[in-house]
């Protein structure tokens, strides 16, 4: 009987322990970030991070977007060039995020996070 006791009590523990481990989609995973125009003009962006390293992408046409790329947790800054013209902003990125970069007809910056886990 207490064998019996004691084998569903750890089966019940690992059914609880999986449910629980498994709603997370995203394990500490890095950021990542892409750049969505919706200007009128060829963007080009430069991205630092909090780390030192630069990437570069450039000439995003207008009314579409870059691929994701990652990068590592912390501050990065985002300078958006539109006809020799530089945007800047920055941005608190976090682990199991993904966010999108737009910038609009008007070279407004704007940010939306997107938690990967939801």
Do not use: H, W
């Not at 450039?58 to 790329?69: A, E, I, L, Q, R």
């Not at 060039?81 to 966010?99: A, G, L």
């Not at 910038?103 to 886990?117: E, G, K, L, T």
């Amino acid at each position: 009987m207490k064998t019996l006791k004691f084998i569903s009590l750890i089966v019940l523990i690992s059914i609880v322990t999986l449910s629980i481990s498994s709603c997370k989609k995203c394990n500490g995973e890095d950021p990542s970030a892409r750049i969505i125009n919706n200007g009128t003009k060829k963007a080009s962006v430069q991205i630092k991070t909090s780390g030192g390293n630069t990437i570069n992408i450039n000439n995003v046409d207008p009314s579409t977007s870059s691929p994701y790329v990652r990068y590592a947790v912390g501050t990065t800054t985002f300078t958006i060039t539109v006809s020799n013209v530089n945007y800047s902003r920055i941005v608190e990125m976090s682990q199991c995020y993904d966010y999108d970069i737009s910038i609009d007809a008007s070279n407004y910056i704007f940010v939306n996070p997107i938690d990967r886990n939801n």
